[in-house]
């Protein structure tokens, strides 16, 4: 079973009690005992930061990577990961928007989830817009004309919300093994016009992945879930 539990760094150290009532009448008591310390934490903002382009944004990610905390979450304005678990928040300015236009790679070695918001990942028909062997959250972003939009391998967990999927090949490629899961609501997305919406080759865990309020509109297979795992599309769209 998956317990989904929310903290905050004033929690300490606390322990967790399941209480399992077996039918042949038996109690099996579980406990766990958490340490929670708060993680620093750093913002950098495109005002203060030079990033209009991707030698920026590498050259920003590579003195984070030498200078911070190992354990550190790192957010920043407006890029790749391979030491910690960056969150990038997407800015605009009248019709323009933080735009990506070649792949992402999301690989960091430290833990924690990355969280990428309101940002543009535009194609060019190859590639792979985002890949990730971490955990990785996508709220809404939009991806076009990739070969692969977005694809989760490794052990990892990827949730997507809010976000559009639009004239690629590949929209969602989940792809990975081991027994992480965060978040298994997929809700409010859109996946219009790709060979294949979504497709779900190897998923980590067993848990049910709902789609609420998810759009599938012309897609040649909308979801292609090729290792059968458990969903629940009652609340998604297809047209």
């Keep these: 079973m998956v317990s989904l539990i929310d903290f905050t760094a004033e929690s300490g150290a606390t322990q967790l009690l399941w209480t399992i009532h077996m039918s042949n009448g038996d109690t099996i008591e579980l406990r766990q005992d958490l340490f929670i310390e708060p993680v620093p934490t750093y913002r950098y903002d ?36 391979e030491q910690h678990a960056i969150n990038l928040y997407g800015s605009s300015d009248g019709e323009r ?22 940002l543009n990942f535009e194609g060019d028909g190859s590639g792979i817009g985002v890949s990730a062997s971490a ?14 939009a977005v694809l989760a391998y490794g052990d990892t967990w990827v ?29 409010d997305n859109q996946f219009l016009r790709n060979g294949t919406g979504i497709l779900l080759e190897r998923v980590p865990t067993a848990v049910d992945m709902s789609f609420p309020g998810s759009l599938f509109s012309d897609n040649g297979v ?18």
């Design 46 to 81: 495109f005002t203060e930061v030079p990033m209009d382009t991707l030698e920026e944004l590498q050259a920003l990610v590579d003195e984070i990577s030498a200078t911070t905390e190992e354990n550190a979450v790192v957010y920043e304005g407006s890029l790749r990961m």
């Design 97 to 118: 928007q933080t735009t990506f236009t070649d792949t992402l790679r999301v690989a960091p070695k430290t833990g924690g989830i990355a969280y990428f918001e309101n």
């Design 135 to 148: 955990r990785l959250h996508l709220t809404n972003c939009t991806f076009a004309n990739w070969r692969t």
């Design 159 to 187: 949730n997507i919300a809010e976000s559009r999927f639009e004239n690629n090949e590949i929209g969602f490629h989940f792809n990975s093994t081991g027994n992480t899961v965060t978040h298994t609501v997929y809700s």
């Design 222 to 239: 909308d979801i292609d879930n090729r290792c059968e795992q458990d969903i629940d599309i009652s609340e998604a769209i297809f047209e």
